[in-house]
Structures are given as structure tokens and as C-alpha cells.
């Protein structure tokens, strides 16, 4: 269970961290930063660790990730003293609040930062058949797997880990707004994860942003940096399904259809673009200091 985040609150650090075990940590950025507040997910295993995605941030001032990050890994090599710990930087899609504080690790030692583009995930993480092929990732310890995802993003994974029984999936799942950008490429990702977490044992499935309310089936408009009342990030394998079913009965049917737990803008068009812009430019308005 994911604590309540401070989402926009007065007093928010620019990064909350929450340990969700003892390998296993949640970092969000502050949405004072950037409205988006991404989460993002640090795995450790007996070799090296896996930071998945790098935040809508680039000044390490402003968004400290890189002194975060090393703060994490000593407490953990404290605990765990290992000689030549290495640190993968990876990302659940190329979207630009998930890569901005990239450049924070450029010089780190025994780091490796995987770039977004596809040809550039699949050669890393040794996907002979994209995207249908699952793949092993060895932490030293802990072997993830991970799963090619496209359809929001060409380059998005979704990782599993056993350990944890958490599934992460990026933007493709999570408590807001579905962006599909190919609905086709969208529907067969949706088709294994449903297949896949058929399989494994699901604890929580954990995209990287919360955008809902708890209840009343709303969102907060794009844009909004205080969310007093957002739901929890976690999510169900059986919300895997029931987004898969929403979004095959959009074949043929672009546009928005709102759910409890998401909302589904399929195939956008430039009108529904322009509404949800225009709804978040009137709560800023509605909402800016006096």
C-alpha cells in the first residue's frame, strides 16, 4: 500500500520517497515543479539497482533526483555493502516528463542510462520479437521481466517483478487519463498484459500518474497542481481487463469515454485536444493567487 501523497499541498518536498519495502522504493515529484508529477520507481537488487523513468524536471536544483537517488543507494549499499554497485537508468516510455532529469546522470559512475528510442530499448533489454516477446532482466537477485507495451508510446515497457508481485505500467495503465495513440498497437499490449497477469501473482499494478478523484468518475483538469481529494495510485489486475474492454469497444470510435478508475482518449482528435486544454487554461485561471 502506497502512502497518501502531499499532491500539491503547501509544504511538498520536490520529491516525496516512500520505501513500499525493503528493495523496493516510490519517489513522486512534486507537482509544484510540474503539474504532472510523475512517479517514478527504484528497484534494488544484489548487483544494481533499476530507476525507472527520470521525472518532468531538468535542473538538479530545482529537482534534486540525482542527490536523491545517491542518498537511496548509500542507505542501501549501508545495509548491503557491495563493491561496484552499478545503476540503470531506464524509462516506461520517451514521453518528456519521464526523461527530463536524464542528464542528471550522464557523469555518474558505473551508471548506464537507457535512451527512449525504441531500436535503443529493445537492443538493451534483448528483444529479438517486439513487441510481442517477453524478456528477463537480472538485478542480481531479482529478475524482472519486462513486457514491449506500445501504443501510448512506440518505446513503452511494463515491468513485472515477482518479488513484489507489482506490475508498473507507465502511462499505458493508471488512475487518469488513457492517452491511445494506436489503438491497435494498444489493444494487443492490453491483450498480454491481461494474459500475463493471468499468470503471475498481481499485488498492485502502478502507473505514473494519478489523475482522478475518488469518485464521481472525475479527473482533475490538465494543469491542475493541488489535488486535495485524488484517488490512490494503486490499481487491480482486474482493472487490466476492464481497461482492455473499454478500449476495444472504441474500435472504429475515437474519442473520450470516461470510467471510474480512467478515462480512455482513443485516437484523440484536434476537438477533444482542444476541450481538455481549455478546461485545464480555466481552472489555472479560476484558481491562480490573488
Not at 28 to 55: I, W
Not at 175 to 184: A, H, I, N, T
Not at 202 to 226: F, N, S
Request: aromatic share 8%; charged share 25%.
Amino acid at each position: 500500500m502506497t502512502p497518501k501523497w502531499i499532491h500539491g499541498a503547501p509544504g511538498e518536498p520536490p520529491i516525496q520517497v516512500h520505501w513500499y519495502d525493503e528493495r523496493t522504493v516510490i519517489l513522486r515529484q512534486a507537482k509544484s515543479l510540474n503539474y504532472e508529477a510523475p512517479f517514478l520507481f527504484l528497484l534494488f537488487g544484489d548487483a544494481r539497482a533499476l530507476l525507472l523513468d527520470t521525472g518532468a524536471t531538468e535542473d538538479p536544483e530545482r529537482f534534486p533526483l540525482r542527490r536523491t537517488v545517491d542518498g537511496l543507494v548509500d542507505e542501501w549499499l549501508s545495509r548491503h555493502p557491495t563493491d561496484g554497485y552499478e545503476l540503470v537508468v531506464a524509462h516506461s516510455h520517451g514521453h518528456g516528463d519521464h526523461v527530463a532529469g536524464d542528464g542528471q546522470f550522464a557523469d555518474r559512475p558505473s551508471t548506464v542510462v537507457v535512451p527512449r528510442e525504441v531500436d535503443a530499448v529493445r537492443e538493451f533489454f534483448g528483444f529479438d520479437e517486439w513487441p510481442a516477446q517477453t524478456v528477463t532482466f537480472d538485478l542480481g537477485g531479482r529478475i524482472l521481466e519486462i513486457i514491449g507495451s506500445p501504443g501510448h508510446h512506440q518505446a513503452a515497457i511494463t515491468i513485472y517483478d515477482p518479488a513484489t508481485g507489482i506490475l508498473l505500467t507507465g502511462d499505458t495503465v493508471l488512475p487518469g487519463r488513457l492517452y491511445v495513440f494506436d489503438l491497435s498497437a494498444y489493444l494487443s499490449t492490453m491483450d498480454r498484459l491481461v494474459a500475463f497477469a493471468a499468470t503471475r501473482r498481481i499485488t498492485d499494478v502502478l502507473g505514473c500518474h494519478v489523475e482522478m478523484k475518488r469518485r464521481g468518475r472525475k479527473d482533475y483538469p490538465i494543469g491542475a497542481t493541488y489535488q486535495p481529494d485524488e484517488r490512490p495510485l494503486e490499481l487491480t489486475a482486474a482493472h487490466l481487463s476492464a481497461v482492455r474492454d473499454a478500449a476495444a469497444a472504441m474500435v472504429g470510435r475515437p474519442g473520450v469515454r470516461r470510467f471510474a478508475d480512467f478515462i480512455i482518449y482513443s485516437e484523440p482528435r484536434r476537438r477533444h485536444t482542444i476541450a481538455l486544454l481549455a478546461r485545464g487554461r480555466i481552472n489555472k485561471l479560476l484558481h491562480r493567487p490573488r
